[in-house]
């Protein structure tokens, strides 16, 4: 069987389109056992599973896609801007369903997380001893 052969730049969005739909599938995982674990309601575990499920197929697409040599900005872009927004619409959802104050630590977190967390940040914008 003889294989197509990709140049390093092809070869690099492959494993990278890979990596990405593997990730995608681990937190899918990790994110629907927390949920069950923690008791979360049936629908918010689905409203996650059913957009979890989205975004693979979407990544899964886009691996198949640049393992054949075509064309995936117009499903990169989608992707990107889902899996921003789901996080978002997630944080929304628990607001609206459980309760604010959990949906607002989420997002403490999620920043903390992201940009590398500490305190300083919010101290220097909260006034007094409010934050």
């Not at 628990?94 to 997380?113: I, M, S």
Request: proline share 2%.
């Amino acid at each position: 069987m003889t294989g197509r052969a990709y140049a390093a730049r092809e070869r690099l969005e492959i494993n990278g389109s890979f990596t990405c739909l593997i990730l995608f599938i681990v937190i899918g995982i990790v994110a629907i056992t927390f949920q069950v674990i923690a008791h979360v309601r049936l629908f918010n575990v689905m409203f996650s599973a059913v957009f979890l499920a989205i975004m693979v197929f979407l990544a899964f697409l886009i691996f198949r896609r640049k393992k054949r040599g075509a064309s995936t900005a117009a499903l990169e872009w989608p992707v990107g801007c889902l899996s921003i927004s789901i996080a978002m619409l997630t944080k929304i959802n628990y607001g609206r369903t459980l309760d604010w104050t959990y949906a607002a630590w989420g997002f403490v977190q999620g920043e903390e997380t992201f940009f590398g967390g500490g305190d300083f940040r919010w101290r220097s914008i909260c006034p007094g001893n409010f934050c």
